[in-house]
């Protein structure tokens, strides 16, 4: 069965060409690394030359695509070599299959051919000053030496650091991948950050716009009219007010445009009172100290959307919002009358529940919402325990 050879690299065919017509120049006229009457000359004669010379380059052609075949032929072309008169040229393309070898080749020749290289010319010079016992021996090792190791050794270094370009370059692109993840999850962290506030911030004053408008169209007296189309307006005009405020600050680019305020827990007396004025009956006790800013921003959302929620979904009767902190915890629980209605007083789409999970997720604290059975018969309970320390990590408007 035929073996068949890759393609040879472009470079190394141009490569093998000029060796071949180098040699070829050197061969024609009539320049020879030995003499005919030199002892190591076995064919003497211009023509024997030639064949370790077009071993030698074809051998070139595999120096990229099968390094270690192209040095084991060319080791026996450089052989044949010797046993000629010589070709210089000859010579020079081994030491590039010795390099190439080294630097194309697996991990473990690249290891051993050095080792081998350096083995041959210490055997080079230590072998023939032991036999001829002369000083001009060492001239054989440092032959060995220029050919064979210092080729290998200079593909080594190459190797070396060529791979570590490589690692670098693997590096750097890990590196911008990881800025790349990190850049997609600050931006989705954003993004759910600002529907958080957005839905907060105006989803309270259109439930109750929806609410009254419905209450106005169905019920037909005109004070009753009246008093809901002022609530209308009413939140109408804060709502407004806040999605123009949370619309400069999205398209302020500059960054000079300054967040208002974020919503403490001292404003929960104000929010229940218009939670009152939209119709629901409201029962609020506090009983907590100084807190992080995170942690209050986060219960007052809380207790804002299960305000509008139970403005939304509960049945007639009182609202209870209960906050007290104790043992580092800050405990929040919010209960609305829950039983059966002819359908919700305006539409819902489970996005209050998800924010008030992830605002309490985000502070490393337990949030539930369910139905419970109460003094009073049965409730929809939300309840949330929120850590209170000095570095609560959290999100502010």
Known sequence: MAVSLPRPHRDDAWIALAGLLGGLLIWGVGLGNRSADDPVVV???????LVPLFVM?????????RPRL???????????????????VTVVMFTDLIYAAVLYGPPATARRVPWITGLLTVLGTVVPIAVW????????GMVVGLVTFTPAATGWIVRNHRDAAEAARLHAEQTALLAEMDRAQAVSAERARMARELHDMVANHLSAIAIHSTAALSLDDEQTSRDALEVIRENSVQGLSEMRRLIGILRDSSGDLEPAAAPTLDGL??????????GLDVD?????????APVELAAYRIVQESLTNALKHAAPGRVTVGLAQRDGVLDIRVTSPYGDRDGPRAPGSGAGLVGMRERVALLGGTFEAAPESGPEGKVWAVRAALPVTDNSQGESE
């Open 43 to 49: 064919w003497d004669g211009r023509w024997p030359v």
């Open 57 to 65: 380059a074809g051998c070139e052609l595999l120096r990229r695509t």
């Open 70 to 88: 192209g040095l084991a032929v060319g080791t026996v072309a450089i052989t044949g070599d010797v046993l000629t008169q010589g070709n210089l």
């Open 133 to 140: 016992q002369v000083p001009e021996a060492l001239l054989i």
């Open 269 to 278: 007396a104000a929010l229940v009172e218009g939670a009152r004025t939209n």
């Open 284 to 292: 609020l006790s506090t009983e907590h100290g100084k807190l992080p």
